[in-house]
């Protein structure tokens, strides 16, 4: 059973490689948002459901370039994949602020904690959107 859901998830190595490398830039991404997030509330003053968006569309931007070139080999992309790429992004911010707003002000979470749940949900998100989008299929 564990074997044929390997390979369901990862039929080539290619895909395993891709997941990787998948899992490597989105984990820098996600120290670049949280190191954001965090410098933003504590040594901006921002309240954390404003400096969350902020930290998360500048990781935006970044994982999108390595996402395009690094993760999926995608250099090639037409105009309704980029719009697609954007919508899903938005998508997820959204997901991100609903999780970080339940967490903080719900829950009553510290911020940052909250901010580790959000992204694991995200991520979940980005990896199916952003393969589908780019490549056509999950």
């Known amino acids: 059973m564990f074997d044929s859901l390997i390979r369901k998830f990862f039929p080539s ?3 395993f490689w891709e997941v990787f490398r998948f899992l490597l ?4 991404c ?3 948002e949280y190191g954001l997030l965090f410098a933003l509330t504590e040594y901006g003053g921002l309240n954390p459901l404003v400096s ?3 930290a998360f569309t500048v990781s935006l931007v970044v ?4 996402c395009v070139y690094v993760v999926f080999h995608a250099e090639q992309q037409s105009k309704k ?10 998508i997820g911010l959204g997901i991100n602020q609903v999780v970080m707003w339940f967490f903080i002000d719900i829950i009553g979470i510290w911020y940052m904690f909250a901010k ?7 991520m ?7 393969r589908y989008v780019l490549h056509g299929h999950v």
């Not at 830039?25 to 820098?28: A, D, K, L, T």
Request: charged share 5%; no cysteine; aromatic share 14%.
């Open 63 to 66: 994982n999108y370039i390595l």
């Open 124 to 130: 979940v998100w980005n990896y199916f959107t952003k």
């Open 30 to 32: 996600f120290l670049l």
């Open 13 to 15: 190595t290619e895909r």
């Open 25 to 28: 830039v989105g984990g820098g």
């Open 52 to 54: 969350a968006p902020i």
């Open 116 to 122: 580790v749940v959000a992204s694991a949900v995200v």
């Open 81 to 90: 994949q980029m719009a697609l790429f954007a919508l899903t992004s938005i």
